[in-house]
């Protein structure tokens, strides 16, 4: 049973930046991407970015110039790094293996 772990959340200052880590327990090569989701209060879950194992990435427009997506396949562990947040990106940010295995989500609060 693989089990995905996120941390890295917090408070951080409008402008400020953060970065979030998934670690994963398991076998996860037979899954096709990691990604990360997010979802505010009040609104549906969306997705923030993902990468497949063979390291294409793709962002939400919203996130894009401002955030990273990576992986340490040695490691089993996925990273967002996230710059110049807004208010608006205050969301828990959950890690996903190709929406079929989905960690209990970390809390991203932007705010001053």
């Known amino acids: 049973q693989v089990q995905l772990v996120e941390s890295g959340g917090g408070l951080v200052q409008p402008g400020g930046s953060l970065r979030l880590s998934c670690a994963a327990s398991?076998?996860?090569?037979?899954?096709?991407?990691m990604g990360w989701y997010r979802q505010a209060p009040g609104k549906e879950r969306e997705l923030v970015a993902y990468?497949?194992?063979?390291?294409?990435?793709h962002y939400a427009e919203s996130m894009k110039g401002r955030s990273t997506i990576s992986r340490d396949n040695a490691k089993n562990t996925l990273f967002l790094q996230m710059n110049s947040l807004k208010p608006e990106d205050t969301a828990i940010y959950y890690c996903?293996?190709?929406?079929?295995?989905w960690g209990k989500g970390t809390l991203v609060t932007v705010s001053s």
């Open positions: 990468i497949t194992t063979g390291g294409y990435t």
């Open positions: 398991g076998s996860i090569f037979r899954f096709g991407y």
């Open positions: 996903t293996l190709s929406q079929i295995v």
